[in-house]
């Protein structure tokens, strides 16, 4: 039986603390404030409190998505969670999320490529259900609570870096004309010692020296080549969209991972699209990992800018360095 995949809902959730750039002039004794505005578009973020985790997010995100489906959790046939700030390094948090939704038949795995990761659970589980008749309601959620990996005297992390989480429940469909319509991943793996969280594995567990010297938190160790996003976007998107027979004009919005927006402006003047064609979220919630394209995804969605038969594209990088990009039919 020829099956698809197709997008039946979407939600969000990023907590009700806000932190606006005056925030971090008092915290580091300077004007950042300008630098973020004009050069990222970003205003404010929103971070965890202390009583708060990657779990909470990740259950009000669904909660929504799931109410817009009109699905109760029982209905769910298997739980992806894409995260690289996990609630547990074991067992996984899309396990926690099971329990706490009450989703008893639920399978669940969490997936990390960092903050492409939500554009590779998509993939994967767009192919597990066209693979397997026994998926027909796959919940995927892109999570991030990176405030609690942060330095706090590091400027090139702790102004940027924020948390929310985006969800999708993905369902099964007899139209292959809709839904899923294709994907590519890619790594740079010589990229994968630049940027991460490199202790607490089994590398470099923690211990006192680790605490000491702050390798436990998010760093930056060299600066990234600021063409690579742009020009890997670039050349994947053009490869997806020519295998689907489409130009890049006729996609009707593209959602990308929203660290830089010089980048993403980039790859739309380098893919001839006008830039309105990028969902941005930057400005109010700065840069939240895996859980960004979903949460752009659902701001399009309660805008109204979503119609039916719209095509999408997906496009994540992150740490590793990991890319994946997927084309949806809406």
Request: aromatic residues 10%.
């Amino acid at each position: 039986m020829n099956r698809t995949a197709y997008i039946k809902s979407v939600g969000a959730y990023a907590p009700p603390k806000i932190v606006p750039n005056s925030y971090f002039n008092e915290l580091l004794g300077e004007d950042v404030d300008t630098w973020l505005r004009e050069n990222l578009t970003i205003e404010e973020r929103r971070w965890c409190n202390e009583n708060e985790s990657t779990i909470d997010l990740c259950y009000h995100a669904s909660q929504t998505a799931l109410e817009r489906a009109g699905l109760k959790p029982e209905n769910l046939d298997l739980i992806i969670v894409s995260t690289d700030t996990p609630e547990y390094i074991s067992p996984s948090t899309a396990s926690v999320l099971q329990y706490k939704l009450g989703a008893t038949k639920a399978g669940t795995f969490d997936l990390n490529t960092a903050c492409a990761g939500f554009v590779t659970a998509i993939d994967t589980a767009s192919k597990y259900i066209k693979a397997d008749e026994n998926y027909n309601n796959v919940l995927v959620i892109g999570a991030y609570a990176m405030s609690k990996y942060l330095n706090m005297s590091d400027k090139k992390t702790v102004t940027l870096f924020a948390d929310g989480a985006g969800a999708v429940i993905l369902s099964s469909d007899k139209n292959e004309s809709k839904g899923f319509l294709g994907s590519r991943l890619h790594t740079e793996g010589q990229y994968h010692d630049w940027m991460g969280i490199y202790a607490g594995g089994t590398h470099q567990p923690v211990d006192q020296t680790v605490l000491e010297h702050k390798d436990h938190l998010l760093k930056f160790v060299k600066k990234f080549p600021k063409e690579i996003n742009p020009t890997k976007w670039t050349e994947m998107i053009t490869d997806l969209t020519s295998s689907l027979e489409l130009k890049p004009e006729e996609i009707d919005h593209y959602f990308f991972t929203q660290i830089n927006i010089n980048s993403i402006w980039e790859t739309c003047d380098n893919l001839g699209v006008p830039r309105d064609k990028a969902v941005t979220i930057m400005d109010k919630f700065g840069y939240t990992g895996s859980a960004c394209i979903p949460m752009a995804l659902n701001k399009a969605f309660e805008q109204g800018k979503l119609k039916k038969g719209d095509k999408l594209i997906f496009m994540g990088s992150g740490g590793g360095l990991a890319f994946a990009s997927a084309a949806f039919e809406w």
